[in-house]
């Protein structure tokens, strides 16, 4: 098996603000594996706030996919899967972009798209969110319009930056008829979230995200308690082993490749969350189809869905599954993740 990683600076199509920062650039990790006469494609966009960079994931991968070819085949992948959980604990950014190649390439090899691979119902795809950063109230109305109008009806608002009642409130105003989602990333305390709570369960919230510290399990409940909005764990939960001590503090876990570690790694936080009662959503972060594909083919699992990362760069240079609206439409994939570079990629560089 014979493998290629390659770095990429992605430009967003505008500034991506949340209440930790603003990007304007994804930094992009592509590996290209050709094995059993494929070639399967993993990608990732790693975040410093888990302790990855792309610096890091790139440094890792030689290793790891050299551990992929000593297997000397895809379809390994348990066994792949778990070898490299071995020599990278602290890495899922990186056993990511590995395994999602691992997946494609077995899928292709077999005739076959992912989702069929895994028995997956293709239809069962949930409507994806459309995100609108943090920005000034003016500027998230615009945006919010505009997601409206080009068929997102389900809006993700972040929030957290301060000025939060303005901003939630020109959103509602240019958006009326959206069903809108809020996502704090972690920067409320637990009161301040129990008072925002109450405004946004009032303006017709339909799901809360993250609206306290990831380590504030204790004021995660409070908030969830105090809401019949239903409130969901992010930053809080990483892999299956969280879900057991979120179980009663929230209502729902955000389930990212990149924070699990891969496609194997993410059924099995959401078989635990679905023991435990919990809700379960796909997320990702602003990454290209080379990485975004695959948990798309594992949507069918979930009840919510935000993969629109790819929707928010300024161009992807990879295709990935097409999408009509807020809608995936896998039956469109005839093998693998249906990821292929667009043109001009090279993956040389």
């Given amino acids: 098996m014979n493998w290629t990683v390659t770095r990429h600076d ?13 990007s304007a650039v994804s930094e992009s990790v592509v590996v290209e594996l050709t094995g059993e006469g494929t070639t399967g494609y993993g990608g990732v966009a790693p975040s410093p706030y888990f302790g990855e960079t792309a610096e ?28 490299l959980r071995e020599e990278a604990p602290d890495q899922p950014a990186a056993r990511s972009a590995v395994t999602v190649a691992v997946a494609d390439c077995a899928a ?71 069903e809108l989602r809020v996502d704090a990333n972690g920067a409320w305390g637990a009161d301040e979230a129990v008072e925002k709570a109450g405004w946004l369960e009032a303006g017709g919230v339909t799901l809360l995200e993250q609206p306290v ?28 082993a969280d879900v057991p001590r979120l179980a009663e503090a929230c209502d729902v876990v955000n389930v990212k490749l990149v924070k699990c570690g891969g496609p194997r790694a993410a059924r099995r936080l959401v078989h635990a969350a679905d023991a435990h009662g919990l809700g379960t959503m796909l997320g990702c972060m602003v990454e290209s189809s080379a990485s975004l594909a695959a948990a798309v083919h594992l949507a069918p699992l979930v009840d919510y869905a935000d993969l629109d990362g790819a929707l928010l760069l300024g161009s992807d240079p990879f295709d990935g599954v097409p999408i009509d609206g807020d809608r995936f439409d896998l039956r469109a994939v005839e093998s693998g993740t249906g990821v292929s570079p667009a043109p001009g990629w090279d993956s040389r560089h």
């Fill in 10 to 22: 992605l430009p967003l199509s505008t500034p991506f603000g949340i209440s930790r920062g603003t």
């Fill in 56 to 83: 890091s994931v790139a440094a890792a991968l030689p290793d790891l996919l050299d551990t992929v070819a000593e297997a000397g085949t895809p379809h390994a992948g348990q066994r792949i899967e778990r070898r």
């Fill in 108 to 178: 292709r090899d077999l005739g076959v798209p992912l989702y069929r691979q895994w028995g997956l119902d293709p239809d069962g795809v949930p409507p994806t969110t459309y995100t609108v950063g943090l920005d000034p109230p003016a500027r998230m109305a615009e945006k919010a319009e505009a997601a409206v109008e080009a068929g997102f009806p389900i809006l993700k608002v972040k929030l957290g930056g301060g000025d939060d009642r303005a901003r939630f409130d020109a959103v509602r105003e240019a958006a009326p008829e959206a």
């Fill in 213 to 240: 510290a990831a380590a504030d399990i204790e004021g995660l409940g409070r908030v969830t308690d105090a809401t019949a909005t239903p409130v969901c764990a992010d930053e809080a939960c990483r892999t299956a």
